[in-house]
């Protein structure tokens, strides 16, 4: 079956980065681009960008330019999301999201299991 | 970006009841809703996309309706597994965007 293995939950400070991995299995990883979206505590769901696997393409929200970078290995069917220069407002649970195999159709299933990152000094 | 405006943020009703949570969009989305359910500690789920079909495995007592900038998403008879947070979300313009939530809660 399909399944999205995220890495664990991490704890930074404020100004450092963090990079999750998102591991896909049960399909064909470069066939179908993959999604990042995070949930600060309590809050609704944010979508981030995307990532072409098999090109390598990306697509950002603006709100992330600059400080994102979403890249794969096609080798290991992993997906990476980077997030820099971090501040108390990202923290939030990352999720990585498949899209769905209905062509141009951005919606997400399945979705990792979700990786905490705490930013606290 | 397009809002999505979901209510009522709370919903409270009894097993057995019939449920219905309202999205509406800041501008129209023509038919490219989604609707998620998330439980407590767990992934959202994919309910429904396109505004009314139905995803993989999901059963047929979840329902969509709507187009252009208002949308439903009718559960017919709660289960006692449905009390859990629902989300809907657009794909019709960039950046894509979700509602903020309607909590559904055993009254």
């Known amino acids: 079956q399909v399944q999205l293995v995220q890495s664990g939950a991490e704890v930074k400070k404020p100004g450092a980065s963090v990079k999750v991995s998102c591991k896909a299995s049960g399909y064909t990883f470069t066939a179908y681009y993959m999604h990042w979206v995070r949930q600060a505590p309590g809050q609704g769901l944010e979508w981030m960008g995307r990532?072409?696997?098999?090109?390598?393409?990306?697509n950002y929200a603006q709100k992330f330019q600059g400080r994102v970078t979403m890249t794969r290995d096609t080798s290991i069917s992993t997906a990476y999301m980077e997030l820099t220069r971090l501040t108390s407002d990202d923290t939030a649970v990352y999720y990585c999201?498949?899209?769905?195999?209905?062509?141009?159709?951005?919606?997400?299933?399945?979705w990792g299991q979700g990786t905490l990152v705490t930013v606290s000094s | 970006e397009i809002v999505l405006t979901q209510s009522p943020a709370t919903l409270s009703l009894s097993p057995g009841e019939r449920a219905t949570l309202s999205c509406r969009a800041s501008?129209?989305?023509?038919?490219?809703l989604a609707w998620y359910q998330e439980k407590p500690g767990q992934a959202p789920r994919l309910l429904i996309y396109?505004?009314?079909n139905r995803a993989t495995g999901i059963p047929a007592r979840f329902s969509g309706s709507g187009s252009g900038t208002d949308f439903t998403l009718t559960i017919s008879s709660l289960e006692p597994e449905d009390f859990a947070v629902y989300y809907c979300?657009?794909?019709?313009?960039?950046?894509?965007?979700f509602g903020g939530g309607t909590k559904v809660e055993i009254k």
């Open positions: 990532i072409n696997p098999n090109s390598g393409g990306t």
């Open positions: 979300q657009q794909r019709s313009d960039w950046p894509l965007t």
């Open positions: 396109d505004a009314s």
């Open positions: 501008q129209s989305v023509s038919g490219y």
């Open positions: 999201a498949k899209n769905i195999a209905v062509p141009g159709a951005h919606w997400f299933d399945p």
